[in-house]
Nanobody, 121 residues
Framework: QVQLVESGGGLAQPGGSLRLSCAPS????????MAWYRQAPGKQRESVAA???????TYADSVKGRFTISRDNAKNTVYLQTNLLKPEDTAVYYC???????????????WGQGTQVTVSS
């Protein structure tokens, strides 16, 4: 069973940066759109950013100009560079990807287990 594995979360000061990474737990055939979501305590999960296989990126208004999503198609890995962090960015960040795990399979949605990002002085 393939899983998406996130890394790079942690504690940052306001105005600081963190770089999140997400990769499949084993080799897969391909990945279509990959995305980052986040969920703060007591709030619903929300979309942060998404990127197509061709590199087209979209962002939530709350992170535009501060966060950058990118991907390495050779590794089927997606990244989220978070800059100018604010306390309200504190949340568990989840990676999501539409993956095709084998050459003859169909694509399906996969989620990571989440990585905590805490922004505090």
């Amino acid at each position: 069973q393939v899983q998406l594995v996130e890394s790079g979360g942690g504690l940052a000061q306001p105005g600081g940066s963190l770089r999140l990474s997400c990769a499949p737990s084993r080799s897969i055939f391909s990945a279509k759109t990959m995305a980052w979501y986040r969920q703060a305590p007591g709030k619903q999960r929300e979309s942060v950013a998404a990127i197509s296989s061709g590199g087209t990126a979209t962002y939530a208004d709350s992170v535009k100009g501060r966060f950058t999503i990118s991907r390495d198609n050779a590794k089927n890995t997606v990244y989220l560079q978070t800059n100018l962090l604010k306390p309200e960015d504190t949340a568990v960040y989840y990676c999501q990807g539409k993956l095709t795990t084998t050459r003859w399979g169909s694509d399906a949605d996969y989620w990571g287990q989440g990585t905590q990002v805490t922004v505090s002085s």
